[in-house]
């Protein structure tokens, strides 16, 4: 896509017809855009407010009311941090006391946002004519941001002592986008980022939450981060970036606030160093960045719990404690997994809505629903299941959801 895509946007008649949309509703397009013809907008004018229209809808998870004033390409906003945890990438750099950062990969320029409004000053690098343009636009208010069309690697970072890297992690072909999973294919790859950081330069990337660990420099800071469980991103730190004492990280935010569990020790899958036991009392789902992040064992020891197999990410404790770090769960009984023996019990406790959880089996949570609830009559009670094996057996844990 080219400039082509919002330039009749970027007049004063433009920008204003965008300002007066109303929220975008797809089975209103046919006709707004009718309505918008007939009122003598050419045709480029309204695809090019419509899809902005649409896209700002869709932003406003990221952004909230930010949105509205902001330009996006799909694959921009697809890739974009959330507005919130890019106030905590910029966080970083101003408890380092930088001041000034190349944004490399900027997007459209979610993560130079956030810097800016902390008064650093911000390089915004983006090789696509097209993002580089909308990130200007999302940028303007802020007049310590530059925007720069370029390639990450042919930058110019004298003067800059700190560099952010979102790097491109996926290819586009004409069947659409692939994600990329091998760090060095992503644009710029991750060696790259290692370089810049053997300069000494405040350095800090953003890599998918699905970055293997033995992946990970061993000279960085990893910090994987979840928003509402789900985990959007693994941030890697370098130098001024990377706290003392912490080389792994679970950032866990929602909303009761923003907590967080580290360790001082590098990851080790071998490394499971905590007791186990029976299903009992009450079962934990760790977040999803305290599982990435290897800190299952060390939530486990935090809240008195132990684990129902060294190699599945479930816990059990007898008492319930509050932890931000995971869903807690009443168990309220023990069967084994066997599919005919669940379809009775179903049907015998009237069960129609089954909500399935599993970990460590292979049956998918849509098919046993399927089978289970299948010809059960429908009945008018709800149940959880949680499927996972404990050594070489396969259980079906009636659990009870506590808090939200």
């Known amino acids: 896509m080219s400039t082509d895509a919002i330039s009749p946007l970027l007049t004063p008649a433009g920008w204003d017809l965008l300002s007066s949309m109303g929220p975008y509703r797809e089975a209103d397009s046919l ?12 045709a480029e004018l309204v695809a090019a407010a419509l899809t902005q229209s649409r896209l700002r809808a869709k932003a406003e998870a990221k952004f909230g009311e930010f949105a509205r004033q902001m330009l996006f390409t799909p694959a921009g906003l697809e890739q974009a941090t959330r507005l919130g945890t890019a106030a905590l990438h910029a966080q970083r750099f101003t408890t380092a006391g930088i001041t000034s950062v190349a944004d490399l990969g900027c997007g459209i320029g979610a993560d130079a946002l956030a810097m800016a409004s902390l008064d650093i000053h911000v390089t915004a690098v983006e090789m696509d004519e097209l993002t580089a343009a909308c990130a200007t636009v999302n940028l303007m208010p802020f007049p310590h941001a530059t925007v720069v069309c370029a390639r990450a690697e042919d930058v110019d970072l004298t003067g800059i002592d700190g560099v952010w890297l979102d790097p491109a992690r996926r290819t586009t072909s004409t069947s659409g986008t692939t994600r990329l999973f091998d760090p060095e294919a992503f644009s710029p790859p991750l060696s790259f980022v290692e370089g810049l950081a053997e300069s000494g330069r405040a350095v800090g990337v953003k890599m998918g939450p699905g970055i293997p660990h033995d ?11 979840s928003v509402n469980g789900d985990v959007v991103e693994a941030g890697l730190y370098f130098n001024a970036l990377a706290r003392p004492g912490v080389r792994r990280a679970a950032l866990v935010t929602g909303p009761a606030g923003t907590s967080e569990l580290t360790s001082a020790v590098p990851y080790d899958a071998g490394a499971q160093d905590a007791d186990t036991g029976p299903v009992a009392g009450y079962l934990y789902e760790p977040d999803g960045a305290v599982i990435r992040a290897g800190l299952v064992a060390d939530l486990a020891r935090g809240i008195g719990a132990h ?18 770090f ?11 997994f066997n599919v005919k023996a669940l379809k009775g019990w179903v049907k015998a406790n009237r069960i129609g809505v089954l909500d399935i959880k599993k970990r460590g089996v292979s049956t998918t949570p849509e098919e046993l629903r399927r089978q289970l609830l299948t010809g059960s009559g429908k009945g008018p009670n709800k149940a959880t299941l949680v499927l996972t094996r404990i050594g070489e057996d396969r259980v079906a844990v009636v659990v009870e959801p506590l808090g939200g």
């Open 326 to 336: 995971a869903r807690a769960y009443r168990v309220l009984e023990v069967r084994p």
């Open 31 to 42: 006709q707004v855009t009718g309505a918008l013809r007939k009122a003598g907008h050419s």
């Open 307 to 324: 684990l129902l197999d060294p190699h599945i990410a479930y816990l059990c404790a007898d008492g319930l404690v509050e932890t931000p």
């Open 215 to 225: 992946a990970i420099p061993g000279t960085a800071e990893a910090q994987w981060v």
